[in-house]
């Protein structure tokens, strides 16, 4: 189970619940659960999608792209069934909140579920949690199993003549598997290989009928929208990046944890107030802003605010909210590695330029974090990825390429440092370093 963190400039909608026991049903009841949904159930599938369009939610799975615009797209008639498909896969490396939502308040998950259902005429919703995530499949089981044994899942829901069934799934723990269309792969018991799109989801998704994929985030912050309302939690935010968000703050802090704030939160105050700062008086080296997929931050670069338009502006990615600080003791070719390792490990192998491209990558950095690198593997290491970018089945060669391009670009001259048998000057520092 995650320690709970909290800090005062935290504004608590998804986390609200947290640690107040709402895995119970009657809890959850007592502290306005079911109610949102029960709203939906009178509001009509349109007002449902205008509602959460307009509160600007964007997809907390790292895209970033338009909640009610994604629903909006999914055809009103349809020949085959339809589906909502939770993403619960968290697999980003510095991304750690849906644990939290499914370990304290997965009743909210079934609601934000059921509520995408309504939007998009859907009667079938999955939850597919991560493989390693085994002891949440039990909290998720027991809640959606509670849930049926009230009448708020299965046939005449809430007695309004609507049906909605949920299925749960436990992934085998694949990163790959969370890109929405190796989910869906999986989810119908095949090797979790992306498929070619268009076309997308919202036509033709799980056995071919329309479906919407979203992140268990953005699905538990709807039931807040639907009773808060799309005005309320779209000034969270600034413009076009409404309510808050789940932002995981790891590495080098003196209080790491996942701190729910609202979109457009200033990153260096993040770092130095929320999360107490670097510990030991170390100076601050570089942010990874959004999950190791997201290109890296100098330490220059931080007065921005946490919304996915302001980190775009300043050439990253707000991505799955995992905020990875870095201090002046971590060698980035080290870490670059370490990344790395990750991709090579995790890539699915079906396309040439990732597969081969994350193995290359990984090869060239372990050769010349040992001191066996020469001048050319920097400027190779910079060309490989950049043709990996954009050609790949999906975005995992894209998280892989990204990120060596931005420690290269803003760190070559500790790159140089490793040249000509040098050892590596941090490790011969004795400093920490991050493996
Ligand atoms: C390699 C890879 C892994 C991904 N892993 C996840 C994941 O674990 N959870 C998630 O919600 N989205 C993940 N995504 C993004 C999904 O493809 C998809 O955009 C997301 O689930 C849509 O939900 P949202 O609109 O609510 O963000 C991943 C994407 C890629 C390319």
Redesign the pocket.
Known sequence: MADLVSHPDEVKVVSRRFGMGATNLDRYLEMDGYKAVQKALGMGAEAIVNEVKNSGL????????S?GL?WSFVPKQAPKPKYVLC??????PG?CK?RLIFEHDPHAVIEGVIIAGLAVGSHTGYIYV?GEYRYLLDIMQKAIADAYARGFLGKNIFGSGCDFDIYWHGGAGA?????????MESLEGKRGI?RIRPPFPAVVGLWGGPTV???????ASVPHIILGGAEWYANLGPPKNGGTRLFCLSGHLKRPGVYELPMGYNLRKMIFEVAGGIPSGRALKAVVPGGS?TPVLKSDEIDIGMDFDSVAKAGSMLG?GGVVVLDETTCIVKFALRTMKFYQH?SCGWCIPCREGTDWLKKTLIRFHSGGGVKKDIDNMYYLSENMLGRTF???G??AAMPTMAFIKKFRQEFEDHLDGKPCPFEKAGAAVMV
């Open positions: 964007r997809g907390r799975g790292g895209a970033g792209f909640t994604k993403n619960g896969d968290e697999s980003e991304t849906d991560r990163y790959e598997v969370g890109e929405e269309s190796a989910l992306p994929i979203n992140n268990a985030e953005t699905l997929s799955s995790e999906c975005p995992l894209d998280a």
